[in-house]
């Protein structure tokens, strides 16, 4: 009896150690695949190259295209004295006017201090919104021919749930200091000069968004708001350039071939920790994601 129950805590030890062994190498593997991506084993910073700075997802401050992110990204490539001109690689369809215009002032302000490095922006997938929005800071636009283009645009969005609180007998206790305090609260009746208020914001953030485009396009744009090009609609890349959205048609290898001439591409995008990444990857923030969309009024670019 002895012996049984002395072989059975042996064989606990082992299954113990084994599946200690085994979730420290699945730890390790992840590891390296999480941080591969950030070894560069291509072409050298101190030689002539194209720096890269990769705009990718919803602009947000919460997100990993971030003004923070992407400005960084945007310093050290400026900064290189060995890259000859920075490229905007850009997939996004939007986000915050807020973190969009932080980085396009951004960009503004690090092309009056480097006057002879030129930024390219190139839009792969998608360019709309508060992702063209940045674009438009460049010195030249470039897109593929199926690439969607522009959403001129500003929403915001949230649901109103007042009906169904009376149906459902449910009493709605909100006490406020200042009469429109609560205005864009869901569970509140939205009044006639509340709308018309929220309606004057949006109409002046979408100014701003023209103003942006228009300086940065000059008179390279081809349409006029009358044609409808700040109506929120979005064109493949053949009709961008056609609009004048876009200075011509081609991928990120392209440009930095043909057009900078300097054909070596080294990314200088900031990449998130790979626990950060690891978390993210789990799917830990999708409580957070959820509630972000049930309940939103923040104003987008679109």
Known sequence: MKESFSEQKKSRRWGIVFKLLTFIYLFVALFMFLNIGGLNNGPSADKEHTALVKVTGVIAADQDANANVIVTGLRAAFENEHSKAVMLHINSPGGSPVQAGYVYDEIKRLRGIYPNKKLYAVISELGASGGYYIAAAADEIYADKASLVGSIGVTASSFGFTDTMEKLGVERRHFTAGEHKAF??????????????????????????????????????????????????????????????????????QVARDVINAEDIINYTVQPSPIDAFTKKLGLALGQGISSQVVNSNIVIQ
């Open 184 to 253: 864009l609260d869901p569970f509140s009746p939205l009044k006639e000069e509340e709308k018309v208020f929220w309606q004057e914001v949006l109409n002046k953030t979408h100014q701003q968004f023209i103003k942006v485009v228009e300086d940065g396009r000059g008179d390279r744009l081809k349409a006029t708001e009358a044609d409808g090009l700040y109506s929120g609609l979005i064109w493949n890349g053949e009709q961008a350039l056609e609009l004048g959205l876009i200075d011509g048609l081609g991928s990120p290898g």
